[in-house]
């Protein structure tokens, strides 16, 4: 029998494409019912691992994130100066060492120091030799030698010579003299100027041999474990916040090693530019970075766990920049029936996303959660 060309060509063409049917048919791609549904076989069910689960309820760590600088509080900076002006005879610091409460930081000299011990002193004395007079009075007061008023009079005048010694020990504890070690042998024109705190010497303002005056600060030190945390945070986030909050705070080239920290305060004043509120909070001493004053930091807050609806990260199917489930419709001889469901999601955390419209799905409804999702994409 004889075939004509065309009819020879239409031949091969119709054997071609009964191979190429025939290699598709080998293999596992996933395939759409009638009614559009999605259909895993057993098969492809073993091979993908492929299993179902349920919505359900996850805690999510909500934060706020902000920026802010490292300042001095008020109660960690010491400005140091003298209540008396004075030549000053030592230095004994350098800008950036750390000294200790009570450690001498200037040593300066006015002959008026001298003058303001010899007082103390004196009243002092004035105060024995008034009491003895005025025990004396007592006792005769006692047998009836001396009268009522002269007893009166003399212990007025011991009362007001302690009012007067104790106003001078005072005025010699301001400049930092303890009167208590302030002896007739050993009256000293020099005055030490001590560190009221623990902290570091950030800046030197005078020099040996300067005459100072009671205005002129001498040095500043700052106690850099006490650092605080000004932050700026946006109005709309300012009422999530609560004091004790605590936070994470990082350097922007160093956003591997953490600084902890709690809120300490929340400003009551919104800056009418930037829409922000100041917030102050107080960071940890166990950092391993130098902290100073100054410093950038960017920092996330914590703020309470809030229980949502959520499936895990792998429940999800993304298409035309959309997020898709798969909802379990029926199983027959092994294979798994899908329905295409959108889903909108909001927060992640711990491998669980949330699932903003779960009012949309039946109770109890079962989704594929890993497994499959390749065969569908490549189906599709």
């Keep these: ?23 598709d048919s080998q293999t596992t791609d996933i395939s759409f019912a009638e009614n559009d549904l999605i259909e895993l076989t057993a098969e492809q069910i073993k091979e993908t691992n492929a299993q179902l689960g349920f919505i359900t309820t996850q805690k999510f760590s909500q934060q706020v994130n902000a920026n802010g600088y490292l300042e001095t509080s008020p109660n960690s900076e010491q400005l140091v100066n003298s209540l008396k002006g004075g030549r000053i005879l030592e230095i004994n610091v350098e800008t950036g060492q750390k ?22 002193l004196e009243a002092g004395f004035e105060v024995n030799k008034l009491r003895e007079q ?28 302690v009012a007067m010694q104790q106003a001078l020990a005072e005025n010699l504890r301001l400049i930092q003299i303890d009167p208590e070690k302030v002896d007739a ?13 623990d902290g570091h010497i950030t800046d030197i303002s005078c020099r040996k041999g300067q005459w100072v005056n009671p205005e002129d600060q001498l040095m500043r030190l700052v106690d850099l474990s006490k650092l605080r945390l000004k932050l700026d945070v946006f109005e709309k986030d300012v009422h999530k ?6 936070l994470l705070a990082y350097l922007p080239e160093n956003h591997h090693i953490p600084i902890k920290g709690n809120i300490q305060a929340i400003g009551r004043e919104i800056d009418a530019y930037n829409r922000t509120v100041k917030v102050f909070a107080q960071l940890s001493n166990d950092s391993e970075i130098v902290l100073m004053p100054g ?12 229980q949502k609806k959520a499936l895990p990260e792998s429940a999800f199917l993304e298409s035309d920049e959309k997020k898709y489930v798969l909802l379990l419709k029926s199983e027959e001889n092994g294979s798994w029936f899908f329905e295409k469901r959108q889903a909108l999601t909001g927060d992640s955390a711990d491998g669980f996303v949330e699932l903003l419209n779960y009012n949309d799905f039946a109770e109890g409804v079962k989704i594929l959660i890993s497994g499959g999702f390749q065969l569908i994409q490549e189906g599709e």
């Design 241 to 246: 916040l609560k004091q004790e909050s605590s």
């Design 185 to 197: 042998h050993q009256i000293s024109a020099a005055l030490e100027i001590k560190a009221l705190m």
């Design 1 to 23: 029998m004889k075939f004509k060309t065309n009819n020879l060509a239409f031949l091969g063409f119709w054997i071609l494409s009964m191979a190429l049917v025939s290699c």
């Design 99 to 120: 000294v200790h409460k009570g450690q001498t930081l200037v040593k300066l000299e006015n002959p008026e120091f001298v003058e303001m011990q010899r007082a103390y």
């Design 134 to 161: 005025w025990m004396r009075k007592k006792n005769l007061a006692e047998d009836q030698i001396a009268s009522t008023s002269e007893l009166q009079m003399a212990e007025a005048a011991y009362l007001s010579a």
């Design 295 to 306: 410093m950038f930091l960017h920092a996330y807050i914590q703020l309470e766990s809030v």
